[in-house]
């Protein structure tokens, strides 16, 4: 079964960056959207970036400016780096692929913990 397997989620000082990377454990077609989406204890999960087959992002006004998302040419592969980090920024972080004429695609989670 194909899934999207997250890395790179680890403790970091307010101000520093990590970097998430998503890979999908096979090669998959019809991938059309790509999304980091990240869930603080106690809150709802909250769609962080996205990012289309045509290149185009999107961000929450809250990572505007300190996060970048990027991904391959079919977005097999994605990245999200996070610059600038705040306490508020912790939670889990999850990928997600839209594929087209078929059920949404989500990893396992990486648990992100912004703290001095």
């Known amino acids: 079964q194909v899934q999207l397997v997250e890395s790179g989620g680890g403790l970091v000082q307010p101000g520093g960056s990590l970097r998430l990377s998503c890979a999908a454990s096979?090669?998959?077609?019809?991938?059309?959207?790509m999304g980091w989406y990240r869930q603080a204890p106690g809150k709802q999960r909250e769609l962080v970036a996205t990012?289309?087959?045509?290149?185009?992002?999107n961000y929450v006004d809250s990572v505007k400016g300190r996060f970048t998302i990027s991904g391959d040419n079919a977005l097999n592969t994605a990245y999200l780096q996070m610059n600038s980090l705040k306490p508020e920024d912790t939670g889990v972080y999850y990928c997600?692929?839209?594929?087209?004429?078929?059920?949404?695609?989500w990893g396992q989670g990486t648990q992100v913990t912004v703290s001095s």
């Open positions: 997600n692929a839209k594929v087209v004429r078929r059920s949404d695609l």
């Open positions: 096979e090669s998959i077609f019809g991938i059309y959207v």
């Open positions: 990012i289309t087959g045509g290149g185009t992002t």
